[in-house]
């Protein structure tokens, strides 16, 4: 045995399992357990065993980079079935998180124990897969139908606080092994549970199952479903058959586009955060962040880097909109008491880091400032001459900018070394995509520092080269033409919106458009038209020319009720349009969807080329982190390149 090492604690055998990182359940890992349950069972002195896990987890569950192979024996299940049929009871001491297959391990044991910082949670449909070595026909047994249709339809993991009350685990602990030990040794003395797989299971009415798959219908996302069926049958049917049913559900999915797409997204949400090009750069400590800019976007930003724990300086123009930002960042603080995830008193804590200032002199101390105010160059201009004035030498200097060339900004700045772009997404404390876009001056640390500065704040930190828009904002735009486009080929509207549903998003491109206002690209490309650059009339333009700016103004590209964000299709915008509509163009849903995510990986292969972006994988990650691509379709680069391979 090599990951796995025995000790003796009396009669009872410790069996602790060392396979870093995450103690994924390789081949080698089922080889290893399955012959351990035999040789502890042939010790006559062992009565009792403990499965821990060294490192900073119990078994993650199952070795995802292994599904894209040919299974091979043991199978989980059977080392599942193995430990639970071994002849001394096993307990599982968990710590971190029992995930997948490691939580469907922990069930084979007679006992689970955890300590209060572990979570338990089955999150194969998150990998486009069903659990496949129990997990929807032991959950049920163990904890009852409702806990599982929850546990493995969401994916979510539950905290061990939660999972013992719902009887997923059995006893909350504080010194995991020791402790874990104490309670294997305790079991001995009293009549033992039913191994799992023999508990009782009744089947339920079909409204419980009706309801259930309208709570984890997502359009085009088959996993949960295919779950939920899978726990039907479980409780429709015996143990076994309801093995080979899941098993056969899982290995379908295993090769799925789906698994495949999820797969690629997991891979490439770990791979994003710690760049190789950056190994063995540190970045600068980041301690003490000002903000320019008490907006939503200026405090969302000083909220999310406060939430992580650093000091905040806001500095605004006057008194009063310094008493605005910070009544700003209060509000995204009370959202989260509301929420109940932040009590009275950590909102007080949380506040008394933020201070507010008109000062720029007060940034003297900052590790970090990062600039929020008003896309004009020349405001942002004068800010960063200010900050050249007053910052440390060493402090990053970072501009927010959407639109504008970073360096046109760093101009005239002392010591460019220290610019780069940050590029967050509005509620900046809430989306996770983080656009980070040095300039040819930047200093490596200092990108290795934005990085850092996403790591903290667990955002998904991206690389952007200088371009209009970026990565995100550039691909956004080819998105929305082609919408046009379709428009004026005669495809309806709402067709378009439908068919963007359809695949995954939660709002097609017109309907998001009128949620956000149109004005705002609207006045993007009237600014490039008053600097003389060649910018054609898109149908947005004509919509907003005509007052027609979004749900604010009553319509958009749709009409509203008054008080009602319901979209219906306008005649108004039919006649407006209807010199440009020159087709009548018939298009399916799954044709509309292919136009525009190609639309989207064509404007991806340029940014490749051009070398705006570091990798498809960036592409992609930029897409389903911040514009709302069904991670489950991999993004436009994955979704393309799957195509592109069935033809
Ligand atoms: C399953 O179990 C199916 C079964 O039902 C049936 C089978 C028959 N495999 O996330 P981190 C790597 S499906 C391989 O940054 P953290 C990861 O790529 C599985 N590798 O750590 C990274 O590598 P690198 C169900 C894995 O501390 C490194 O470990 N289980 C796996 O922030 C560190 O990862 C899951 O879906 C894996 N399963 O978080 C759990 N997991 O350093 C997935 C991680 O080279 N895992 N790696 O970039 C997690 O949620 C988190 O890793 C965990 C730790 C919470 C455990």
């Known amino acids: 045995m090599t990951l796995l090492t025995v000790r003796r604690d009396g009669e009872i055998a410790v ?70 049929g071994a002849e001394k009871p096993w307990v599982a001491a968990i710590h971190g998180a029992a995930l997948g297959g490691g939580f469907e391990i922990a069930m084979g044991c007679r006992f689970r124990v955890a300590v209060e910082s572990a ?38 993991p539950m905290p061990a606080g939660k999972a013992l009350k719902a009887g997923l685990i059995d006893a909350a602990v504080s010194d995991l092994e020791s402790d874990a030990v104490a309670f294997a040794r305790a079991a001995l003395n009293a009549e033992l549970p039913l191994p799992v797989s023999q508990r009782p299971l009744a089947p339920m009415p079909e409204d419980f199952w009706q309801d259930a798959r309208k709570r984890a219908a997502t359009a085009g996302h088959q996993a949960p479903l295919r779950a939920l069926d899978s726990l039907r049958f479980a409780t429709e049917h015996g143990f076994a058959e309801a093995m080979a049913h899941e098993r056969e559900t899982f290995l379908d999915l295993r090769g799925s586009d789906e698994a495949a797409a999820l797969r690629h997204i997991f891979f490439a949400e770990r791979a994003a955060p710690k760049p190789s ?22 405090a969302g930003i000083a909220g999310a880097c406060r939430e992580a724990g650093m000091e905040i300086i806001l500095i605004e123009r006057d008194d009063e909109a310094v008493a605005r930002g910070l009544a700003n960042v209060g509000k995204i603080f009370d959202g989260a008491v509301k929420r109940g995830k932040l009590s009275e008193e950590d909102r007080a804590g949380r506040m008394a880091g933020v201070r507010g200032s008109t000062d720029y002199a007060e940034l003297a101390d900052a590790d970090l400032v990062i600039e929020a105010v008003f896309e004009e160059i020349g405001v942002k201009r004068a800010v960063f001459a200010e900050l050249g004035r007053v910052c440390r030498a060493d402090a990053v200097l970072a501009t927010n900018t959407s639109y504008l060339d970073p360096r046109a900004i760093a101009e005239g700045l ?18 996770k995509l983080l656009e980070i876009v040095p300039t040819p001056d930047t200093a490596p640390d200092v990108l290795a520092t934005g990085f850092a500065l996403g790591r903290a704040l667990n955002k998904m930190p991206v690389q952007a080269g200088i371009c209009e828009g970026f990565i995100g904002n550039r691909i956004l735009k080819r998105y929305r033409a082609e919408a046009e486009a379709l428009v004026t080929q005669g495809v309806a509207i709402a067709e378009i919106d439908a068919a963007m ?6 709002m097609g491109p017109f309907e998001a458009q009128d949620l956000g206002g149109l004005d705002i690209a609207f006045l993007q490309r009237e600014g490039a038209r008053a600097e003389g650059q060649d910018v054609p009339e898109t149908l947005g333009d004509i919509l907003v020319r005509a007052g027609r700016k979004g749900q604010k103004t009553g319509g958009g590209w749709y009409d509203y009720a008054e008080g009602d964000r319901t979209p219906k299709p306008s005649a108004s915008v039919a006649a407006l349009l209807a010199d440009r509509v020159s087709g009548s163009a018939a298009l399916s849903g799954p044709q509309i969807a292919d136009r525009l995510v190609g639309a989207m990986a064509a404007e991806g292969e340029a940014i490749l080329r051009e070398g705006i972006a570091q990798s498809p994988q960036d592409i992609d990650l930029v897409e389903v982190h911040g514009y709302g691509f069904p991670r489950w379709k991999g993004g436009p680069m994955f979704a393309a390149g799957l195509r592109d391979s069935a033809r």
Request: hydrophobic share 40%; proline share 10%; charged share 25%.
């Open 119 to 156: 979570r338990v949670g089955l999150p194969e449909v998150t990998l486009g897969v069903i659990p496949g070595a129990s997990g929807t026909v032991r959950t049920p047994r163990l904890a009852g139908i409702e806990t599982a249709v929850d546990l493995v339809t969401s994916g979510r």
């Open 15 to 84: 069996v602790t399992l060392d396979n870093p990182p995450v103690n994924a359940i390789s081949e080698a890992v089922r080889k290893e357990l399955f012959e351990m349950v035999g040789q502890l069972d042939a010790d006559p002195e062992v009565r009792a065993a403990v499965l821990i896990c060294a490192g900073r987890t119990f078994l993650a569950g199952a070795d995802v980079r292994e599904f894209g192979k040919p299974p091979v024996e043991p199978h989980l299940p059977d080392v599942v079935d193995r430990i639970e």
């Open 501 to 506: 549903r359809g695949y995954g998003f939660r």
């Open 414 to 431: 002392p010591d460019p070394s220290r610019f780069i772009g940050l590029h967050f997404f509005s509620p900046a404390h809430i989306m």
């Open 277 to 298: 090009a950056l190994k063995g750069i540190e970045p600068r400590p980041v301690r003490t962040v000002g903000v320019i800019g008490g907006g939503t976007m200026g």
